[in-house]
Structures are given as structure tokens and as C-alpha cells.
């Protein structure tokens, strides 16, 4: 992790914007640790085994996005040496075993989530191998999301599966993000392990679900925008990135409950309340509720004792307004 554990995982989903240029996949995975980046994302792709027959426009349309194995492994030895982790996306069963030695985390991609054989391959191997697996949800319906999880639950510990909501737009608007599933995939499913997988423009909506509670956020990622691609529109590049790492950072201190803020304000906590006169005392008389009072002040005796001083004589004449101190008291 480049920039320290926290509650809130931040991924840098590069996915294509490669364009299948092994140089520019190397620079992105350099300027996501520069970002903050905790997980770098590529897509593993292999057009023959994505689409049907009937639809080999889209295979050829993929096949400039194509990265090899040998790559990816060069990329993942990247990642690790740079301290983050790896996720590649999976779309077929027999590219499970091919990459099982390169990540550290399968993505299930949202239209992947009813390819039982395929989620039945990554559970197994997840198990076996220690792996942890990330489901996206778009277009899909509570029971079908339920029936995955429980397929790969069957298999998994708590901690090696997450959710991420998602709308399968390309963009999302932020009217149509429908931010309430986060807690209702939570009550659903039974696990605090829901995050958000972001297709809006911008950094707003990530931090939206980081506070309704989203543990994991995805947000597409790029060096520029301005490259081609179908993806970079709606990805941030590295300096809108860091600045969604930066709150992330921020946002345990924000939410911390260890921290009651008397620990936060010592500055401040001086100018409580200490007891006073509201009209003159004269030396040798005993105070009363009646004629005490509280000022805030930097010194003198904390209005809570009260109790205490109700009835002692005091040593010196009080004037309207002064404060009390425990000398001035007999």
C-alpha cells in the first residue's frame, strides 16, 4: 500500500487504457503508486473466449486491448515491488489457473456474475490459493446478487470476498447512482465488505459511499485523458486521484470514536466555565447559590464544583464579575 493502511481500499482501475501498449500499462501502474493507489486493476482479456461467434466484431473490437500473460506477470512484479497489490478481472474458467499465480485479488466483472462455472473456478482456486475476490453488481438484481455471493462464500472466508455496487453506465450520472444499496447489500448479504465500483465523472460520488460506508471504491484510471480508448472519458487521472487518496487518509482521523474531542481542543477546553460572583462579596462572607454564578475564564475554579464551595468564607473582597479561586477561599 503506498500511502498506509486505512479502513477504505482505493483501486486504480487502468482496466484498457493501455491501448495494449506494455510501456504505457508500466507507466500507469508508476503514476497510480504516485496517486495513492492501494490495488492496481487490468482486465485480462482474451477476445476467442469473451464473446460468441455471432459477435466477432467485438472480439476484433477488443483484440488492440489485449496485453499477454508474460506482461501481466511484469506488471504484477511492478505492483508488489512498488508495495501495492494486483487485481486482474476474469472473464473465462480457463483463465482463472493462468493467472492465479499473479494476483493478489479476481475481479468478477458485473455482466460475469451469473457465469456460475466461471464463479465455481474462482472460488475453488481462491480457497486453494489464498486469493481474494471482488464481484460488481451492475445490472443485476438483489437474488441474482445473493446467489452469487452465496455460491462463493460457500468456499470463502469473510475477509476474502467483496461487493462493490455498481451501475453499468458509461458514464454514470451521479442522479442515477442509487447510493442507498450500500446498505442495503450490507443488510443483505451480511458483510460489512461493500464498496463501490464508480463510473461517474469526478471524485464526488466516491466520497458519497466512503461516507454511507463503502469500505472499497474503484475508479477507473489513466495518465490522460485525452488518449483513445473507450474508458479514459470517465477515469481520473493522477492528480484528481490523489486527491481522493488524500480524504481517504483523512477520513479515519474524521470518523475516529477514540477521539473525543476534549483530546482534540486543549486550546479551546481553557476557556470552560469557572465559578464566579454575579455581585460583590466582601471578605469574611459565606457564598451562597445566589450570588454565584460561572464566566468563561482562563483560570479559576471549574463551574462543576459548585457544590463545594457553597458555604465557604472567602478570604478577600469579590467584586461583580471575578471569578473564584480555591486561595480566595477559607
Not at 466483472?109 to 473456478?121: D, G, Q, V
Not at 444499496?181 to 460489512?192: C, F, G, H, P, V
Not at 495518465?223 to 480524504?247: A, C, H, N, V, Y
Amino acid at each position: 500500500m503506498a500511502y498506509g493502511a486505512g479502513a477504505v481500499k482505493l483501486i486504480a482501475e487502468i482496466g484498457i487504457n493501455h491501448n495494449g501498449d506494455f510501456k504505457l500499462a508500466e507507466k500507469m501502474v508508476y503514476a497510480a503508486y504516485a496517486a495513492g493507489a492501494d490495488v492496481v486493476k487490468f482486465q485480462y482479456i482474451v477476445p476467442e473466449r469473451l464473446y460468441s461467434v455471432e459477435n466477432a466484431n467485438l472480439r476484433e473490437f477488443f483484440k488492440p486491448f489485449v496485453l499477454s500473460l508474460r506482461d501481466f506477470r511484469r506488471l504484477a512484479d511492478l505492483t508488489h515491488s512498488l508495495g501495492m497489490e494486483f487485481m486482474l478481472s476474469v472473464f473465462d474458467e480457463d483463465s482463472v489457473a493462468e493467472i492465479v499465480n499473479i494476483v493478489d485479488y479476481y475481479k468478477i466483472a458485473s455482466l460475469e456474475i451469473n457465469y456460475k462455472l466461471l464463479l465455481e473456478e474462482v472460488a475453488r482456486y481462491s480457497s486453494e490459493y489464498g486469493k481474494t475476490v471482488v464481484i460488481s453488481t451492475g445490472a443485476s438484481g438483489v437474488e441474482e446478487i445473493k446467489r452469487a455471493y452465496e455460491l462463493l462464500s460457500s468456499e470463502l472466508e469473510s475477509y476474502q470476498l467483496y461487493v462493490l455496487h455498481c451501475i453499468s453506465g458509461y458514464p454514470t450520472y451521479i442522479e442515477n447512482l442509487n447510493l442507498g444499496a450500500i446498505e442495503l447489500l450490507k443488510k443483505e448479504l451480511s458483510t460489512e465488505n461493500i464498496g463501490l465500483s464508480d463510473h461517474t465523472f469526478g471524485i464526488e460520488s466516491s466520497i458519497l459511499a466512503v461516507c454511507m460506508g463503502a469500505v472499497m471504491i474503484e475508479k477507473h484510471f489513466t495518465i490522460d485523458r485525452t488518449l483513445k480508448g473507450p474508458d479514459q472519458m470517465i477515469s481520473l487521472e493522477p492528480s484528481e486521484f490523489f486527491r481522493l487518496r488524500r480524504f481517504l487518509d483523512s477520513w479515519m482521523n474524521i470518523v475516529d470514536e477514540r477521539k473525543i474531542e476534549e483530546e482534540v481542543v486543549e486550546g479551546v477546553k481553557v476557556w470552560k466555565r469557572k465559578l464566579g460572583v454575579k455581585k460583590g462579596v466582601k471578605s469574611g462572607e459565606k457564598l451562597t447559590k445566589e450570588v454565584l454564578t460561572s464566566y468563561r475564564a482562563l483560570d479559576g475554579i471549574d463551574a462543576w464544583l459548585v457544590e463545594e464551595v457553597i458555604g465557604k468564607e472567602v478570604k478577600r473582597d469579590l467584586d461583580l464579575g471575578g471569578v473564584l479561586k480555591w486561595d480566595d477561599l477559607k
